[in-house]
Each structure stands twice: as C-alpha cells, then as structure tokens.
C-alpha cells in the first residue's frame, strides 16, 4: 500500500518539484498540495495522509504552530520538514512540537523519498546539518524530566540520537524489541514529548546528552 502525502509550500515550484519526486514511484501516492498552513488543516483533515511534507516559514500561520496543530488533530501523523533553514531556531522548536523529521531542500531526491519511508515508520529523520546543530546547542536545563531517568533509559536515549533503530538498539543492549519500545514510552512521558525526534532535542537541552 503506498504511503499517503500531502506536500505544503508556499512556492508552486516547489510544490511541483517534489510532487514529481514522488510521482515516479509506485509506493507514493501525493494526495493533495497546501500553499499555507490553513489550507494544510483543511486538506490534511480531509485526505487523512500518513505524512505531511512541509516547508517551515510559510504566510498566515508559523511553521511550528501548524505542526502543532497538525498533531493535534492527527496524532498518529507523520510531519517531515523539508527547508533552506538550519539554525537552532528552527529545528529545536519544530521538532519539539512533534515533527518526526527535519530535511534540507538540497536533500537528493532518492534519499527524500527514503526520509518520507522512515518518517513514515515512525523514525526520526535528520540531515546531517541539522544533527550537527542539535548536537552542538548550548545544553540549559530549559526542559527537565518530571522523573529522572533511569540508567538503562538514558542507554536508549543515547543510540537513539545516534540514529540507530530499535531492532539495532535491541541487538547493542541485549533486550528485545518490545523491552526498547517500553523504554522509549517511558522517555517520551518523563520528557513529555511524542516521538524520538523530540525526545532527542528536548534531551539536549536539559543536558541529558553529550553533543
């Protein structure tokens, strides 16, 4: 079954450039294009797609409201941002609100459409600029665990933002899969954030990992 998108840009031309990135392959279908973030509500509220694809700077509503928003109304959504801005103003508030992934737009077109498939699982996505950024950003306890983290959680937490993937992380500390999962919901509650994208950035702030 294909993986549903919407693409959300302001600029037509972008918006018809990635759509032609996907329409080669089978395993894609764009469900439908946004030229700003109300019309992506709209859209995403009606089509139900399993990621959305979005610039971050776009009229009428903030990049980071609209994934806030967007996960709000979609929980189970995957959003991928893809932009021409790196700083840590942009990345830690994106992924903060819950955006599974943060691209480049001079990201290759094969490795885009491998990003959407691993946004699409659930995994975070970084291009290596943005994982330079979140690993070199002044550590300040802006976020603090309700609870501390356990030895074995703050193991997890480590491979995770390394990129490595829960079957890896299963194999790297003798667990199993589900043992990794469990450990993982139990980061997401104490750092009160939704998936491993956030749970990276909101621990890099509070200085629970070594950039």
């Known amino acids: ?78 959003i991928l941002v893809v932009t021409t801005f790196d700083d840590d103003a942009d990345v830690l508030p994106a992924l903060a609100e819950g955006a599974t992934g943060y691209l480049l737009k001079d990201t290759p077109r094969a490795e885009l459409r491998r990003a959407v498939q691993a946004a699409a699982r659930g995994e975070s996505v970084l291009s290596p600029t943005v994982a330079g950024v979140l690993a070199n950003t002044t550590r300040t306890p802006k976020v603090e665990a309700a609870t501390p983290l356990s030895r074995r959680e703050l193991e997890v937490l480590d491979l995770v933002a390394r990129g490595t993937t829960n079957r890896e992380i299963a194999a790297t500390l003798f667990i199993t ?23 990276v950035a909101a621990a890099l702030r509070a200085g629970l990992l070594d950039g």
């Open 1 to 78: 079954m294909p993986i549903r998108l919407i693409i959300v840009d302001d600029h037509p031309v972008v918006r018809d450039g990635l759509r032609g990135i996907f329409a080669v392959d089978d395993g894609f279908e764009v469900v439908g294009e946004a030229g700003d973030g109300p019309e992506a509500l709209v859209l995403a509220a009606r089509t139900k797609p399993d990621v959305v694809l979005m610039d971050l700077r776009m009229p009428k509503l903030s990049g980071r409201e609209l994934i806030r928003r967007l996960r709000d109304q979609q929980p189970g959504v995957r």
């Open 177 to 199: 899969e589900a043992t990794v999962k469990t450990h993982l919901l139990h980061l997401y509650a104490k750092l009160e954030v939704k998936d491993r994208a956030a749970a």
